[in-house]
């Protein structure tokens, strides 16, 4: 069975259930035994209150592995997977804990909503995602656990975003009437190295020789991605740095001018950033086009069940309705300010205005192409009653003014997101007791954070 990419997107957040012995367990080395024959598990890295075991950072190396199994060329050497994967389960293990301490809950019913997504985005029953979990040699539960970790993190980042991210409309102004506004969107990757909150020269130092050394590499011949997985300390390192589409206006503005001069393939300097250095390949880019949609002018009667009046004879009136429409040429708007139960259109005679397609839900919109301009159509039924809907016109409409401006609204709101989740990140790892037990494990580049 395909192993289901939900797996493969949760490799980095790998976090089971801890065993409530787990730190009385010795610090053995892996494949040590109690009794002769069964192995100990062992105590990787302290993280505040918590601890983060061998056993579960075995399980997140393998899963990366696994979603790498068919470019194993693009992991680097294991210790500096087993570095990187460990570095993300920390994290991971903060802002869990960060989230429980505000008061974020997630209910079983919320998992069962998250599982069944998983499920279908993998064409599968959630019986089949069972199956398929279970078969990659991880418990369901634990899949579960993954599963409420990561909505608890996305309320986490939610809550921060919301508390501190404020949008006026004279920002979207502003920015939109800026002479260095920049239309249009880029795909873009990037390799973080980053500099701890209140770093010292040193780590400045550190992390700009570690850019230096990625840099190094992707020149020598490495692939971008590849770099991103050995060297980059974003969250997004294991995915190989990838940043998707975003308008250039998302992208803080030091760094929208170094990408406005780059062509598809090339690959930026490493840049000073907030958190650190930067190392950004522009993977494509695409230009802005006209946005002209179809909207539609049409009234409407509704006729809402009640407590007086029944579905069936809702059903009946809104027939009879139709028949002095269409048999008897009665006009409809009259009929709807008499007759229609919708209170923001039986005022001005079922008038709808105009709308874009979908703009009034798909049973609505299902009609409409079925009608031509003049028509009216049969009853039909929807959540809120039955309707009579007329077709009264069809016109382009040209929304890029408002689309322009909406998408401004976005990459204002996205740019200031990302800094400040990116700030609070970085002040939570600081503020942490992080203990790397194994030597192995400890960053060669990182100063000691306990």
């Known amino acids: 069975m395909k192993h289901p990419s939900a797996l493969l997107l949760l490799a980095l957040v790998a976090v089971t259930a801890l065993p409530a012995q787990a730190q009385l367990l010795p610090q053995a080395p892996v494949g040590a035994t109690a009794s002769g024959t069964q192995p100990l598990d062992r105590i990787v890295a302290v993280v505040d209150e918590n601890v983060i075991l061998q056993s579960e950072l075995n ?4 899963s990366v592995k696994q979603q790498y199994a068919s470019s194993p060329g693009q992991l680097p050497p294991d210790d500096v997977l087993e570095r990187q994967v460990l570095d993300r389960l920390i994290l991971m293990k903060l802002q869990v804990a960060k989230a429980s301490d505000q008061g974020i809950r997630v209910s079983s019913a919320d998992v069962d909503q998250a599982v069944a997504a998983v499920a279908q985005q993998n064409h599968m029953s959630p019986e089949q995602l069972q199956g398929a979990v279970e078969q990659s040699g991880q418990g369901f539960a634990a899949f579960r ?10 309320r986490l980042h939610d809550s921060v975003v919301r508390d501190s991210v404020n949008i006026t409309d004279s920002e979207i102004s502003n920015l939109l009437a800026s002479p260095t506004y920049k239309a249009g969107e880029v795909h873009l990757a990037h390799i973080q190295i980053s500099i701890p909150a209140g770093g010292t020269a040193a780590d400045i130092q550190s992390a700009q020789a ?10 020598g011949g490495m692939d971008f991605n590849a770099a991103a997985i050995r060297y980059s300390d974003a969250q997004d390192a294991l995915e190989g740095g990838d940043l998707g589409w975003r308008k250039v206006d998302e ?23 907030p958190t650190g250095f930067h190392i950004l390949k522009l993977v494509d880019q695409r230009a802005p086009s006209r946005q002209v949609v179809t909207e539609y002018h049409a009234r409407q009667i509704l006729i809402r069940p009640s407590e007086l009046v029944t579905p069936e004879q809702a059903q009946q009136k809104a027939q ?7 048999n008897k040429h ?7 300010k008499e007759n229609s139960k919708d209170p923001t259109t039986a005022n001005a005679g079922g008038d709808m205005g105009w709308f874009q397609h979908d703009q009034w839900g798909s049973t609505i919109a299902q009609q409409l192409d079925q009608l031509k301009d003049g028509e009216v159509s049969q009853p039909f039924q929807s959540e809120a009653g039955w309707h009579i809907l007329e077709r009264e016109g069809t016109r382009k409409s040209d929304v890029t003014d408002e689309s322009e401006r909406n998408q401004a609204r976005q990459a204002i709101g996205n740019r200031k997101a990302e800094q400040a989740y990116e700030d609070f990140l970085r002040q939570l790892r600081s503020d942490a007791y992080i203990d790397i037990l194994v030597p ?8 000691s954070n306990s």
Do not use: C, H
């Open 251 to 273: 992208i803080p503005p030091a760094f929208a001018d170094t990408v406005a001069g780059m062509k598809p393939g090339q690959v930026s300097a490493a840049l000073r950033g």
């Open 320 to 326: 009879d309705l139709y028949n002095r429409i269409v």
């Open 145 to 154: 656990d993954q599963l409420s970790d990561q909505l608890l993190v996305q």
């Open 210 to 219: 570690k850019a230096q050394q990625a840099l190094d590499a992707i020149k």
């Open 59 to 62: 399980d997140a190396v393998r």
């Open 440 to 447: 192995a494990l400890k960053n060669p580049d990182a100063q």
């Open 330 to 336: 009665e006009d409809f708007a009259k009929l709807a």
